[in-house]
């Protein structure tokens, strides 16, 4: 059995960026909705497929994981059971792992995939989402930020274990620790959660008096992030474990931060490329000239203005914009040049205009007289 290519699947590169594989992603899975190709099992497999390949690359440990490993660690025979829900793909479990959650157990530690030898309950920390605004130019250099925000941490006093250390929890007696109970129905076996212990499989005889016994607490935390320089606004960070911490020592959730770029007085972003507006006087217009413009950066560049220059001209100065994602590419500044008519003339100023246009011929305007032209047909 061949390793399945999920770079491939999601037709992008392997260094593709998590905003890249999130946008071919969310194409690929439009072209392939099975409410779009009705009965068509080709459709219907890919995209399966394509959502197969985006649970794992998605997420950058699995993505990780799978760069080690292929994709034979994470097939888990599930995938095409999900039947008539095509959004039903369970992903990662660690009783579908067999003997590779060995494998991701050394790698991630148990916080993961909780530890197998014990059936307790986890209950993971829910995934915070955290909206941070940096301007235009942090967003082409990158910057970092303090976030500070209030959560459920690891209790410092019980360690997160819920219970105070001198009165170890016993085993429940109603289900022997297992956390669940099996009753038995003719053929049936219904598993259920254990009442008594409500799924610990321990009884605390001494819930910890500062957490009272959850293994979390609120409390004010302070984080330190970097903000890649050519994040897109609306971009998504994803910071593991800094989210609220599990209930009773189970796994932390997600920290995910939602990057906002305020709008640039100068700059306005199209594509990777920042696009400015300068006006110049009509007689540079005419005579022709040189002016002067500040990128993004605060390096000024010199754009000869030829003579005869036309309102709307656009000027591409290279590799001056918005960065690439995780990319030494640059796009560029494009500088739209328009003609500013001089208002507010002397009387002296306005004589001299009115020679100038006694002395104009169709040969000054050209398109003006194309224009009258073509009107005159109609
Ligand atoms: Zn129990
Ligand atoms: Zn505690």
């Known amino acids: 059995m061949g390793s399945k290519d999920y770079y491939a699947i999601l037709g992008v ?38 959502n197969e390949a985006y649970e794992v690359l998605k997420d950058d440990q699995k993505r990780a994981a799978y760069d080690r490993y292929g994709s034979d660690a994470f097939s888990n025979g599930s995938s095409s059971s999900s039947g008539d829900n095509p959004f ?6 660690a009783g579908n792992f067999g003997d590779f959650s060995d494998i991701f157990e050394q790698m991630f530690g148990d916080s993961i995939f909780g530890t197998r030898s014990n059936s307790r309950h986890q209950q993971p920390g829910a995934d915070i989402r955290y909206d941070v605004t940096i301007n235009l130019r942090e967003a082409c250099t990158g910057t970092h930020k303090t976030l500070k ?14 219970y105070d250390n001198k009165y170890t929890p016993t085993a429940c007696p109603n289900c022997g620790g297992r956390g669940s109970v099996r009753t038995r129905n003719g053929f049936l076996t219904i598993e259920q959660t254990c009442q008594q212990c409500g799924g610990q499989g321990s009884i605390i005889s001494h819930p910890c008096r500062k957490c009272s016994g959850s293994g ?40 995910y931060v939602v990057v906002n770029i ?25 005579l022709g000239g040189n002016i002067s413009v500040t990128d993004i950066d605060g390096n000024s560049h010199s754009i000869n203005i030829s003579h005869g220059t036309q309102t ?29 008519t001089p208002i507010d003339l002397t009387s002296q100023q306005r004589g001299i205009i009115e020679d100038f246009q006694r002395q104009c011929t169709t040969k ?15």
């Open 13 to 50: 590169p392997k260094n593709a960026s998590s905003d890249d594989i999130k946008k071919s992603y969310r194409k690929l899975v439009l072209k392939y909705h099975p409410d779009k190709n009705p009965g068509d099992k080709t459709a219907e497999e890919k995209f399966k497929e394509i």
């Open 88 to 93: 039903g793909f369970e992903g990662f479990s």
């Open 149 to 162: 925000y209030t959560t459920f941490v690891r209790c410092d006093l019980c360690s997160g274990r819920g």
């Open 216 to 255: 979390r607490i609120k409390d004010d935390k302070r984080i330190d992030i970097s903000i890649p320089a050519g994040i897109e606004s609306g971009g998504q960070i994803r910071i593991p474990n800094e989210g609220e911490a599990g209930y009773m020592g189970s796994p932390n959730g997600n920290l």
């Open 262 to 286: 305020l709008p640039h007085d100068v700059f306005k972003l199209e594509g990777h490329d920042l696009k400015c507006t300068v006006y110049i006087p009509m007689t540079t217009a005419i």
């Open 312 to 340: 709307g001209t656009q000027v591409r100065i290279k590799s001056v914009g918005m960065p690439y994602y995780q990319s030494s590419r640059r796009g560029d500044m494009l500088v739209e040049i328009i003609v500013e």
């Open 364 to 378: 000054n305007n050209p398109k003006t007289q194309a224009t009258q032209d073509k009107f005159s047909v109609l």
